[in-house]
């Protein structure tokens, strides 16, 4: 039970808003985007800066509290919330900073890749980071970041230059290159696990037009993509960085009406080159493969394409997903992908591989957290759909599908893109990095305060005790 005088005190020492159970604003703020998570928090601490997370800090662990942290609240298992706990809900910590003469840009924690977009397009600049514009920039960038300028520019991370933290003592500090570098190496990949990040900045890189959009083949045509992706892929500019789905055409506008429903193969691209070389860098797609069923590619501000998948997948539906790392795509992985793509459960359910070659594979794999620098691509399997009745359809396909073409994978997987997976995977992900990220771990937060994410679990303070003796 919590002391009534302590939530007041709260209450009073913070700018933002503290909302509790039985509040009226209570269920729409503890919504996620996940809506198959459904996360019944003791106290939703909406803070408006740095001072409130610190008061937030400290109240969780007074009051022994579990805590988790929430930026956008897009994870998939829902790690933006807890149960009969705290949330330090950043969400209202939204400016967004351009300093065009550096190039760089600073960001709140509760901004989303759409704010992002939007401030630095008005000076030709962008972020390397998502493709979902209501993505959280935090936790998406603590665990990685990839989107459409990945190959060119690197992880989002990989952008990374600073971030102010609040720790799980309530001390603050900042962690860049040369100051706190422990932590900066582990907040490039590790997740949540070591403090609140209050402020981030990165380095912008020049991005305005795109030569960009999806192109659609019936899935008939899906082998002969997939073999011709594979090869093409790893030679192509890398300033181009088409995508690959195995997908269905939504019923909805502005698809044409007789390819609603239809199961498809997709390339989504966008280059982000010189517009004049744009043609040239298309050619082989129209020359080598099918005539598709749909090109919607041309010339569009970037926040444009960045914003294409937003009216297709509202906050609201189910989801289920598993990734892995894939560094080649045999015929057998085709095949397996083939069959489950024609068994998908909804037409909003999907698998895609992103690249990250390119950039990614030119920083050492013990530079940052995130260890995986020769795959290919990451790969999401995902079940999605509005109907809860359909939980375990979505469930279930996207588990067996996972389960069918892991073996052709690295074994680690994108933390963004797995549920509560267990200790091994995380372990599997971090590769050589794991032992330390526990070692940093044991220095920031030893009692493990923050473990509502992909934990990293600090060694006890016995065994530390024997290990020394
Ligand atoms: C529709 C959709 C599209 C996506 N597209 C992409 C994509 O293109 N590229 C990509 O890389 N990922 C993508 N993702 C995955 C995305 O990176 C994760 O879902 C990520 O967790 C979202 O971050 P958030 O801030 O919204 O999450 P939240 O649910 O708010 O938080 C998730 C976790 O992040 C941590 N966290 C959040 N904020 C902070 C903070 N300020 N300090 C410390 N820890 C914090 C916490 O551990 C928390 O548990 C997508 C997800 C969805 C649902």
Request: one cysteine or more; a negative charge.
């Amino acid at each position: 039970m919590l002391n009534e005088s302590s939530v007041s005190d709260l209450k009073a020492n913070l700018r933002g808003r503290v909302i509790e159970r039985g509040d009226r604003e209570y269920d729409e703020a503890r919504k996620l985007y996940n809506a198959m998570i459904d996360k019944r928090p003791l106290l939703i601490a909406q803070c408006a800066d740095v001072a409130d997370v610190i008061s937030s800090v400290c109240f969780g662990r007074e009051n022994n509290l579990i805590t988790a942290i929430r930026g956008g609240g897009h994870n998939g298992p829902g790690l933006g919330s807890c149960n009969d706990g705290l949330v330090i809900d950043l969400t209202p910590m939204k400016g967004v900073r351009i300093d065009p003469a550096q190039r760089t840009v600073r960001v709140g924690p509760g901004c989303v890749q759409g704010d992002v977009d939007h401030a630095g397009h008005a000076f030709g600049l962008a972020v390397p980071a998502g493709i979902v514009s209501t993505t959280g920039i935090a936790g998406l960038t603590l665990g990685g970041g990839h989107g459409y300028l990945t190959r060119k520019y690197g992880l989002t991370i990989d952008n990374l230059v600073e971030a102010d933290v609040v720790l799980a003592d309530a001390s603050f500090l900042t962690a860049n290159a040369s100051h706190n570098e422990d932590l900066f190496w582990a907040l490039r990949g590790g997740g949540g696990n070591f403090g609140v990040v209050t402020s981030f900045v990165f380095r912008a890189q020049p991005v305005s037009t795109v030569f960009a959009g999806p192109i659609f083949w019936n899935l008939e045509d899906g082998r002969q993509i997939m073999q011709w992706y594979r090869k093409f892929l790893p030679q192509a500019p890398v300033e181009f960085c088409p995508f690959f789905g195995l997908k269905t055409v939504p019923s909805m506008d502005p698809f044409p009406r007789e390819l609603w429903g239809r199961r498809i193969c997709a390339l989504i691209c966008c280059y982000n080159g010189p517009l004049d070389k744009a043609e040239e860098v298309m050619n082989p797609i129209r020359r080598e493969l099918p005539s598709p069923i749909l090109d919607w590619v041309g010339p569009m501000p970037f926040p444009a394409l960045q914003s294409m998948f937003d009216p297709i997948l509202p906050k609201g539906l189910q989801w289920y997903w598993k990734g892995d790392f894939v560094k080649e795509l045999s015929d057998e992985a085709i095949d397996a992908h083939l069959s489950y793509a024609a068994k998908a459960p909804s037409e909003l359910s999907f698998m895609h591989l992103y690249p990250i070659d390119g950039a990614v594979q030119r920083v050492g794999q013990n530079e940052a957290a995130w260890s995986c620098r020769d795959a290919t691509w990451s790969m999401v399997i995902a079940g999605i759909d509005p109907d809860p009745a359909k939980a375990g359809a979505i469930t279930a396909w996207a588990k067996q599908y996972w389960e069918a073409v892991d073996p052709y994978t690295l074994g680690g997987a994108y933390v963004n893109f797995m549920m509560e997976e267990g200790e091994d995977r995380i372990r599997a992900t971090y590769g050589s990095n794991y032992e330390r990220l526990v070692a940093t771990k044991n220095k920031y937060d030893p009692d493990n305060f923050f473990r509502v994410n992909q934990n990293i679990e600090p060694t006890s303070r016995e065994s530390e005790a024997i290990a020394a003796s």
